[in-house]
């Protein structure tokens, strides 16, 4: 089955720098990707997504990227502020099951510091 | 959301004893599915349901059983707890924008803990 993962498991940075966290995935045949954020205390939430047609997509200040060949796809988020501390999974899946079985990261902590 | 519910929200228990999560949903979404959260593995599988009376095998079934007799509700029961099933339980549903995305609703989590 598919194999997700995720790094660093926790990362730490200036309010205001940028913020990257990777993931690598071990089924080729995986063409849905999203990433979900968890604040403390609460549910995870999708926050974007991207599908294997596309290398990159951009929403405000977080964008995620992805190499098919490399199997690999990246969460960047600019200019972080105090609100973007919590936990945050990537996750993918194939059309085996219409997309709709996630397989996990086991996720990254990422703390703003004011 | 509103829209997906569990209960009950924290729930102590001893081993051996038979535990059920509830999880409800008023969207009447097709698909719905029960994590564990643990430190260290993040969000595993331990079942879903693609429709009433449709249930599946995920990546953690080992000493749980589900049911799907309605599409709103999706119980998880834990025949025989054990002290490894403490962890926090996330109940989901799926919503398909045809073309966009696969959208899991998370409800907000049990809290589970087998002494």
């Known amino acids: 089955g598919e194999n997700v993962e995720q790094h660093p498991s926790t990362l730490s940075v200036q309010e205001g720098d940028s913020a990257v966290i990777k993931c690598t995935y071990s089924d080729s045949a995986s063409n849905y990707f999203p990433w979900y954020k968890q604040e403390l205390g609460k549910r995870p939430q999708l926050i974007i997504d991207?599908?294997?047609?596309?290398g990159e997509k951009k929403d405000q200040r977080i964008a995620v990227t992805l190499n098919k060949t490399a199997k690999h796809f990246s969460l960047h988020i600019t200019e972080t502020q105090p609100e973007d501390s919590a936990v945050y999974f990537c996750?993918?899946?194939?059309?085996?099951?219409?997309?709709?079985?996630?397989?996990f990261g086991t996720g990254t902590r990422l703390t703003i510091i004011p | 959301d509103a829209g997906i519910t569990q209960s009950p929200r924290y729930k102590i228990t001893e081993t051996g004893r038979q535990v059920t999560l509830m999880c409800h949903q008023t969207?009447?979404?097709?698909?719905m599915f029960w994590y564990r959260q643990d430190l260290g593995h993040g969000l595993r599988l331990i079942y879903y349901s693609a429709a009433a009376d449709i249930t599946d095998k995920g990546e953690v079934p080992d000493g749980y059983v589900v049911s799907r007799s309605k599409t709103e509700n999706f119980p998880l029961t834990l025949e025989s707890a054990t002290r490894s099933q403490t962890s926090v339980y996330f109940c989901?549903?799926?919503?398909?924008?045809?073309?966009?995305?696969?959208?899991?609703?998370f409800g907000p989590g049990t809290r589970l803990t087998v002494l």
């Open positions: 996750a993918a899946s194939t059309p085996n099951f219409g997309n709709e079985k996630l397989t």
């Open positions: 991207i599908r294997s047609n596309v």
């Open positions: 989901a549903s799926l919503v398909r924008l045809a073309g966009v995305s696969n959208e899991q609703f």
């Open positions: 969207w009447s979404h097709s698909y």
